[in-house]
Nanobody
Framework: QVQLVESGGGLVQPGGSLRLSCVAS????????MGWYRQAPGKERELVAA???????NYADSVKGRFTISRDNAKNTVYLQMNSLKFEDTAVYYC????????????WGQGTQVTVDS
């Protein structure tokens, strides 16, 4: 089993920046595709950004050009750099790990709150 621990959330003003971190343990990190999801009050959880085990990234249209996902396999860590934050970015952000070619290995962190407010 993989355990995921997120950190880096907090309160930030519009236009500000935050960097979220997710540390994984319990398996070989490099064989997992990683992603950041978010869930705002009253809304469904949505994919924000993802990075494959091979380093291929994709982003939700709403965050393209503002957010950057990256991973450091040596540290078993995935990051989400969030710039130019907007009110609508307010949500709980969750880290996700999916084992390549193994559908049953799908893990979630507990989430970290990001609040964008003046």
């Amino acid at each position: 089993q993989v355990q995921l621990v997120e950190s880096g959330g907090g309160l930030v003003q519009p236009g500000g920046s935050l960097r979220l971190s997710c540390v994984a343990s319990g398996s070989i990190f490099r064989v997992y595709n990683m992603g950041w999801y978010r869930q705002a009050p009253g809304k469904e959880r949505e994919l924000v950004a993802a990075i494959t085990s091979g380093g291929i990234t994709n982003y939700a249209d709403s965050v393209k050009g503002r957010f950057t996902i990256s991973r450091d396999n040596a540290k078993n860590t995935v990051y989400l750099q969030m710039n130019s934050l907007k009110f609508e970015d307010t949500a709980v952000y969750y880290c996700n790990a999916k084992r390549v070619l193994v559908l049953s290995e799908d893990y979630w962190g507990q989430g970290t709150q990001v609040t964008v407010d003046s």
